[in-house]
């Protein structure tokens, strides 16, 4: 007993010993392991190779998420500038502003820029005259410049709607709205104004849309006050109008894009005025060489609830969808 006794003893100190010899050698690992870091010239190095080990973890552990990191290397935005060398650029009085380019971040892109132009919100265009078209040819219809008119002004103040808010105001909250559902689908967006004032005319605007969008929607509201419903302005059915560039190569074009619209905003439960559309030479169609419109969202007596708002954004997503279908 007395030598078991004994023996338990110096088992107890063995196994004591063996745990501080271990915890010894492993200290002294670690010493000269940091000993020979420090040593190495390049102390980045290691460092780099852990870093790199991590991210090789994490590749394998998400390699789904990492490939669509991959497809998103676009930023999430960019300023648009002014540039002078774009066609037509020479007919724009004013262009000191800039758009900006939001690329969707979504997992199904689409591979196509929206243009949204809030219409209105530019101080002083009232003062400013432009070409109404780019050969210096008259208007053939009315509209707010009188048929026959060689010039416009360069961008007008736009209306007043009947709670008072003003037609510029209304058309950037719908933008907005618009904005935030075709990022979610997949569609990247250039939006030409984002506040209450952008220094960019009509034709600046159409001329960067031009050379950055694959379509141009610009969003109003009409100046009648009966609530009518919303329509497109189609191409005017007129000889000289449709055969002068560049509405010869797009008219059909912007058609086309607003019918796709009107259709989808009346699916969608926004009340649509008669046919959908109304015929009327503007500056924005003249100047245009991608499908363009200009949707009347409403009118002066039109509701301003977010309701409202939002089943015409949601109608104008869906429209954009089916016409790139
Ligand atoms: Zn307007």
Redesign the pocket.
Known sequence: MKQFKVGKKAVKAAVLLCLLAVIVVVCVVVLMGNDSDTADSDLSEPKAESSQNTAKQANTEEEQDMKTTEEQKKPEKETIEWNPDWEYADHSKIHTGSAVLYYSQAEDLKDKVICINA??GTEGGSSESTLCHPDGSPKVTGGSTSEGAVTATAINE??TLLNGTS?AEM?LRVAKLVKTKLLEEGFHVLMIRESDDVQLDNIARTVIANNHADCHISI??DSTENDKGAFFISVPENESYRSMEPVASHWEEHNALGQALIERMEEEGVPIYSSGSMAIDLTQTSYSTIPSVDLEVGDRGSSTSDETLETIASGIAAGVSSYFK
């Open positions: 219409g209105h736009g209306t037609e058309n109003h509201y």
